[in-house]
């Protein structure tokens, strides 16, 4: 099925030297760039890590330290990937709980502040988990009719990106309204809408540090509000904390968090120190 798309649509997917938002690199970024009227466009890059490829990251994507040794670097493409993916809607699978996160702290590192909120961020695999909670390969399976090891090679960011372009569109396709009868069963082809129910997270960092709940902010009123999601302020008010210990603030930028993090807590804290002065 074809998307209804009111701006550009990047598929991505990313692989990487590991799973650690804040020290581990992006080794291959493969995307399709869907046009409003429906142009396809595929981009694979290797790029350099400046670090070595685990072993068992180059047995499971094949990808070794020579393939990417003379390839450029991330920020060297930076500016390039900026100028594809801006004033795009932004898809993947995982991707809103791991390729997102990574590309924005690869931006971050290149001295770029890529603004992911001003994309509608639909995650493949938060759709099929709360429809049919299962992974890629079944995902392409159930959706595809086909063996995902029949068409595509796995762990290879080209081959997953291409995979997930057709299960999107096969999940489009299978929870159209006039084909499901139960409402809680059906998806529209709308982007707004698809962003919206791929969008089950709290989280005001991407990496899940500083999340949205009830709490009482730095005037004691209770509100919804950031507030913290690890250490011995969990679960209260990030501004309120700020002001009553500000040693905290200090002690997150100095420590081992992702660049992400620190500058959603500069901008609280940045703002709250605005609000005082007015």
């Known amino acids: 099925m074809r998307l209804n798309l009111t701006r550009p649509l990047i598929i991505f997917d990313l692989e990487t030297t590991g799973l650690d938002l804040a020290k581990d690199r992006i080794i291959q970024i493969s995307y399709i760039k869907v046009e409003i009227d429906g142009t396809e466009k595929p981009v694979n890059l290797f790029v350099n890590p400046q670090q070595p490829i685990p072993a068992p990251v180059q047995q499971l994507t094949s990808i070794t330290d020579d393939m990417v040794k003379d390839a450029p670097t991330f920020k060297q493409i930076a500016s390039q990937l900026e100028a594809e993916f801006k004033g795009c809607d932004i898809a993947g699978f995982n991707s809103n709980k791991f390729d997102v996160p990574l590309l924005a702290e690869e931006f971050l590192r290149a001295g770029i502040d890529f603004d992911f909120s001003k994309s509608r961020l639909i995650d493949a695999s938060i759709i099929f988990r709360k429809m049919e909670r299962r992974s890629l390969a079944a995902a392409y399976k159930f959706y595809c009719g086909r063996k ?6 796995a762990h290879l960011a080209d081959q997953d990106t291409a995979a997930t372009w057709a299960v999107l569109q096969g999940q489009l396709d299978m929870y159209a309204p006039g084909k499901q009868e139960e409402e809680e069963r059906q998806l529209e082809n709308d982007m707004d809408k698809i962003a ?3 969008n089950d997270q709290q989280n005001v960092d991407f990496a899940g540090r500083i999340v949205w709940a009830e709490a009482a902010d730095a005037d ?4 919804r509000t950031e507030v913290w999601n690890f250490g011995k302020y969990k679960g209260q008010s990030v501004a309120a904390t700020i002001k009553r210990d500000p040693g905290y ?9 992702t660049l992400n993090t620190k500058q959603v807590l500069t901008r609280i804290r940045l703002r709250e120190f605005q609000n005082r002065q007015k």
């Open 148 to 153: 995902m090891e029949e068409d595509f090679q």
């Open 196 to 198: 919206e129910f791929c």
């Open 220 to 223: 004691g009123i209770i509100k």
């Open 249 to 257: 603030f200090s002690w997150v930028l100095g420590g081992d968090f």
